[in-house]
């Protein structure tokens, strides 16, 4: 800001420049950045951010999160997978079926909510749920396991 629209040329010739004789302007008074979160500014921090401080939860170490990593996907989301046009195709074609490769769309698991059409599909996964295995069975298609 250029020194003409400071607040200091507005406040010449006023003692205190605004800041008042008995509390006085001082710099940091109740510290800089986060002190006091434990102590004077224990209520704020309390309020606002709860569980700031402290632990919370099992430390585990060397933790690979490509081993918990379980992206799922239920029945009844499995045919928006593929398009519209796919599904029409081969509900007429009865000697061949669709393949629903889950793992291209970022899944992993495949679980068993919902309900497939009569129609067959081979799913490929890594890893079905034993009511998901049926149900594509079911309804005439096929579980296969991809690495």
Known sequence: MVTRLRK?????????????????????????GKAGG???????FDRYHPGYFGKSGIRVFRLQKNRIFLPTVNLDRLWSLVTDETRKKYASVKDKAP???????????????????????????KFFSKTAERRIKAAGGACVLVA
């Open 8 to 32: 200091t040329r507005k406040m010449r010739g006023h003692i205190m420049m605004g800041y008042g004789r008995v509390g006085k302007h001082r710099k940091h008074v109740s510290g800089r």
């Open 38 to 44: 434990l102590t004077h500014h224990r209520n704020a």
């Open 99 to 125: 393949v629903i490769d889950v793992t291209k769309a970022g899944y992993f698991k495949v679980l068993g909510r919902g309900r497939l059409p009569h129609q067959p599909v081979v799913v490929k996964a």
